[in-house]
């Protein structure tokens, strides 16, 4: 599993009142079971809700291999973030004016470090 959102909140880039979780079918499945997780449709998919915590097993727009993010993680204290190369990637397909702003943002962290 790898932390979506979390790419920008662990860096301070940004805030954020809840994390994405991105995971293999196979977990989402055994999550979709257990007790307090609930199912929540987006657009034509769903994801899992518990406690501010969202577990996704696709990601859209665009066409991305879930286990192939997970595979190439940026560790920040032990833990495994998407990379700022796929979160700029998919803001750029969402181009909303929020993640335009974000991938600016992104930009400019990325020349600095």
């Known amino acids: 599993m790898v932390v979506g959102s ?3 909140l ?4 940004r805030e954020g009142h809840d994390i994405d979780v ?7 499945e055994e999550y979709r079971r ?4 609930k199912r929540k449709p987006c657009n034509i998919d769903f994801y899992l809700s518990k406690d501010g915590i969202e577990l996704w097993d696709e990601w859209r727009p665009g ?13 920040i204290d032990g833990i495994a973030f998407l990379s700022l190369k796929w979160t700029m990637k998919w803001k750029k397909l969402c181009g909303r004016k929020k993640d335009l702003e974000h991938v600016k943002i ?3 962290y ?4």
Do not use: C
Not at 10 to 13: A, H, P, T, V
Not at 110 to 113: A, E, G, R, T
């Open 106 to 108: 992104i930009e400019g």
């Open 10 to 13: 662990i860096r301070g880039l």
């Open 110 to 113: 990325l020349k600095k470090n």
């Open 63 to 75: 066409n991305w291999n879930v286990e192939k993010l997970i595979s190439e993680a940026e560790y």
């Open 6 to 8: 979390g790419a920008m």
């Open 22 to 28: 991105f995971v293999t079918k196979d977990l989402y």
């Open 34 to 37: 257990k007790i307090g997780w």
